[in-house]
């Protein structure tokens, strides 16, 4: 399998209260805990909002993409994402996602049989597949 593309990013200062950038300088944020976990919160931003950010506009993309595939025309679609951290039992962490796309004007069943096969295309969700839990919904008004 050859890379169709491929970004490296370097995390510097204290992890989750430092800083992360793309080695070509287009991504460069300031980390912070939010405020939930203890930590300062602010107008900083965290990794699991740059995973959400990540994974709603690949999602969106793929959507977009199967959509016209199929001949599926997609005027004002958005797509959403909640990403949570959650606490195990056995120490440690992991992420549950939800994926909410709003795709008005379609019927219900056409929407949600977009979802599923975006599911089968986008990175994210390959990456993700029995990892984490991802929970897909559709929207149609």
């Known amino acids: ?11 510097t200062g204290d992890g989750r209260n430092g800083e992360v950038r793309s080695l070509d300088g287009v991504l460069d944020e300031v980390l912070a805990v939010p405020k939930e976990m203890g930590g300062p919160g602010g107008d900083r931003t965290n990794p699991e909002q740059l995973f959400a950010a990540g994974y709603a506009a ?4 793929g959507l977009r993409l199967i959509a016209g595939g199929q001949g599926v025309k997609l005027s004002a679609s ?19 996602v939800s994926l909410t796309a709003h795709l008005p004007g379609l019927e219900q069943s056409t929407a949600d049989q977009l979802m599923q096969a ?5 990175p994210y969700s390959n990456a993700t597949r029995g990892n984490i839990e991802v929970t897909l919904t559709a929207t149609v008004r």
């Open 1 to 11: 399998m050859s890379a169709l593309y491929t970004t490296e990013a370097l995390s």
């Open 78 to 96: 958005t797509v959403q994402s909640k990403v949570s951290l959650l606490a195990l039992e056995t120490g440690g962490f992991t992420l549950a």
């Open 58 to 61: 690949c999602f969106h993309n």
């Open 118 to 122: 975006t599911r089968e295309v986008c």
